[in-house]
């Protein structure tokens, strides 16, 4: 069992700049694959970004590539997304999830990953 507590979200201005943060605790976290979803009012969770166990492989939705990196460090148990130039349309709550499964690849399908955290906001204003 994984438990996984996302943090770092709140209201930022249109080109504005976070950093989310996952802390993971339980079962040895370095050998799970990573992911960031976000899901907004009225739409399904889509995938966001993606990291292999070893942090060695990344993948990214069209809409977020060049603006977003995720990133993690396996001593601190912690996986990252750095979100940058922020859009009205990045409002949403996003969520970390693990995965246990085929760790060199990188799923993005939600059904895919065994354990979610319960999400932060992120509010982006015009």
């Known amino acids: 069992q994984v438990q996984l507590v996302e943090s770092g979200g709140g209201l930022v201005q249109a080109g504005g700049s976070l950093r989310l943060s996952c802390a993971a605790s339980?079962?040895?976290?370095?050998?799970?694959?990573m992911g960031w979803f976000r899901q907004a009012p009225g739409k399904e969770r889509e995938f966001v970004a993606g990291i292999t166990w070893s942090g060695g492989s990344t993948y990214y939705t069209d809409s977020v590539k060049g603006r977003f990196t995720i990133t993690r460090d396996n001593a601190k148990n912690t996986v990252y997304l750095q979100i940058a130039s922020l859009k009205p349309e990045d409002t949403a709550v996003y969520y970390c999830a693990a995965r246990k499964r085929d760790v060199n690849l990188i799923a993005t399908m939600p059904g895919r990953y065994d354990y979610w955290g319960q999400g932060t906001q992120v509010t982006v204003s015009s």
């Open positions: 339980g079962r040895t976290y370095s050998n799970y694959a």
